[in-house]
Nanobody, 123 residues
Framework: QVQVMESGGGAVQAGGSLRLSCAAS????????MAWFRRTLGKNREWVAT????GTVDVREGRFTASQDDAKVTLSLQMNRLKPEDTAVYFC????????????????????WGQGIQVTVSS
């Protein structure tokens, strides 16, 4: 069973920066995709950053960067120039697969999720 744990987050003023980290363990297969999603009040989860099993990174906002370690078991999200609309619960998601996975933007494409971590940006 894959376990996913997020860390970082917290409260920051608009224009500030935060870094989120995700660590996953317990993989059964040799390939995985990892992603960050977020959910704001009253909205569905939306993708923030994804990484394919080949390490291709896709990020929703130009203010954000995502990076993965060489072992592909951690995924960090550096968020800069934060805005109040970035306030959300951020989730790390993982798909463990024996095949290549593209790192899609749909939450249904991921099998394992962390509990989520709050990010609050005040104006």
């Amino acid at each position: 069973q894959v376990q996913v744990m997020e860390s970082g987050g917290g409260a920051v003023q608009a224009g500030g920066s935060l870094r989120l980290s995700c660590a996953a363990s317990g993989f059964e297969y040799g390939n995985r995709c990892m992603a960050w999603f977020r959910r704001t009040l009253g909205k569905n989860r939306e993708w923030v950053a994804t990484v394919s099993s080949e390490g291709t990174v896709d990020v929703r906002e130009g203010r954000f960067t995502a990076s993965q370690d060489d072992a592909k078991v951690t995924l960090s999200l550096q968020m800069n120039r934060l805005k109040p609309e970035d306030t959300a619960v951020y989730f790390c998601a993982v798909r463990d697969t024996p095949r290549y996975c593209v790192g899609g933007h749909g939450d249904w494409q991921y099998d394992y999720w962390g509990q989520g971590i709050q990010v609050t940006v005040s104006s």
